[in-house]
């Protein structure tokens, strides 16, 4: 370099100035509550569907009353998005039964249409349930 150039090699600090590859800028605190945002991040993000009763936060989650006995009147319905489904590992046979919950049709109903046993739904759906992806209305 010739007397008075005043360039500077690669990477020195005082060429590159403070937002430089090698400075150490401060991180800064983000605007919102991380922990809030956690918790709001672990949430449900669609209402459950219409009709289904709601338990306060608690001792009793409803789980009890899901795992009621199940009858062949009984109605059952999803409490899972069909997005969600994929993350769960269905009973074999159990995505066509599944396919046809809609919360109002009983089960005697529906395991006609899916060509299947009322006895082999009632295990089906009562399976479904202890994995909690249907509840019974």
Do not use: C
């Not at 009793?60 to 009858?71: C, F, K, N, R, V």
């Not at 089960?107 to 992806?133: N, Q």
């Amino acid at each position: 370099m010739a007397a008075g150039d005043v360039r500077k090699k690669p990477g020195d600090a005082s060429a590159e100035g403070k937002e430089g590859p090698n400075s150490q800028r401060a991180t800064l605190r983000p605007s919102f509550d991380l922990e809030e945002f956690a918790r709001q991040s672990e949430r449900v993000t669609i209402p459950p569907p219409a009709g289904l009763p709601h338990y306060d936060p608690g001792l009793s989650s409803g789980t009890t009353e899901a795992l009621a006995p199940l009858q062949a009147t009984t109605a059952p319905a999803v409490v899972v998005t069909r997005e969600d489904l994929e993350w769960f590992e269905l009973p074999d046979g159990a995505q066509g039964l599944f396919d046809l919950i809609d919360g109002e049709t009983p089960v005697a109903t529906l395991a006609e249409r899916a060509g299947i046993s009322l006895d082999e739904a009632l295990a089906t759906l009562e399976e479904m349930a202890r994995a909690g992806l249907v509840v019974w209305l």
